[in-house]
């Protein structure tokens, strides 16, 4: 995510997951990028040396493990935003401290996140989810923000869903070398200008478009959701398709005469063939 609009100083604070928190990712880190990376509960971590000491790495320190269950350290309670509204959530924090992995001229902060309540109904009984492990490559990086960094990541696992499922990324049927790579890329080119169509058209934030949504929808997802967006760009295809099959007429000859049926029920073919693609 990046914190510089004007372009100077520009600083990229990107989350990934567990398999990207490695010696190669964290020491070859691009100028300018911070990591907020999801990592093992049980990593091995190290005070920074002493003033003076030629050792690289001072006395162990807890694992982030071992942090969760110390009740000598208060826990601290932070607002972030996730799944449509604001949570506060328990955390408990670490560093700078010094991680192998990522070497010895990279401090690193850790934060503990607390299982997170929930009900599958409600007046069901309460459950817990598991506990997150957080490692931010910025030691000054403010609890909030790393946090905030960390729960925004699943949006890239919903695009990635989205991508395969709606898309098609992956599911072309092709057998030609150049084809079998090109038609990825061009979905997901497609995806990425889908996106900032919706986001041009209604905001980044849009939560309905143009379409009424069905009876059934009793709560907004909070923004456009991918087959909304495919929904709404069919819908101005084929509207202007029909407008203008309606101003050329539809080409057929009014044969007349009496009718000897009672008239059927008409209904807008617009209408129909719009909402029909949106089932």
């Given amino acids: 995510m990046d914190r510089s609009p004007d372009g100077a100083g520009r600083r990229r604070v990107v989350g990934v997951d567990a398999s990207y928190t490695n010696r190669t990712v964290l020491r070859g880190l691009p100028s300018g990028t911070v990591r907020v990376a999801r990592v093992r509960k049980d990593l091995k971590l190290f005070a920074l040396p002493e003033a003076g000491s030629r050792a690289r790495y001072g006395r162990p320190q807890a694992t982030p493990e071992q942090l969760r269950q110390d009740h000598s350290v208060d826990g601290r309670t932070v607002r972030a935003y996730a799944a449509g509204t604001f949570h506060a959530f ?57 946090l905030q960094d960390d729960l925004w990541r699943w949006g890239v696992e919903a695009n990635h869903r989205d991508e395969k499922q709606i898309i098609g990324v992956g599911q072309a049927q092709v057998t030609h070398e150049q084809s079998a790579w090109r038609q990825p890329a061009l979905a997901v080119f497609s995806y990425a200008m889908l996106l900032l169509a919706a986001a041009d058209t209604g905001g980044v934030d849009a939560i309905e478009g143009a379409m009424p949504p069905p009876k059934w929808r009793h ?33 057929f000859v009014n044969a007349g005469g009496d009718v000897t049926k009672p008239p059927e029920l008409s209904g807008s073919l617009s209408s129909a063939v719009l909402y029909g693609s949106a089932a």
């Fill in 90 to 146: 328990r955390i408990k924090t670490m560093g700078p401290v010094l991680w192998k992995k990522a070497g010895w001229k990279l401090p690193v902060q850790i934060m503990v996140v607390a299982p997170v309540g929930y009900r599958l109904r409600k007046g069901s009984k309460l459950l817990y989810r598991q506990p997150a492990f957080l490692l931010c490559t910025d030691e000054h990086l403010s609890e909030a923000e790393m």
């Fill in 219 to 251: 709560k907004s997802s909070g923004r456009w959701t991918t087959q909304q967006m495919v929904q709404e760009l069919r819908r101005e295809v084929w509207a202007d398709a029909l407008n203008h099959l309606a101003d050329v007429g539809e080409g």
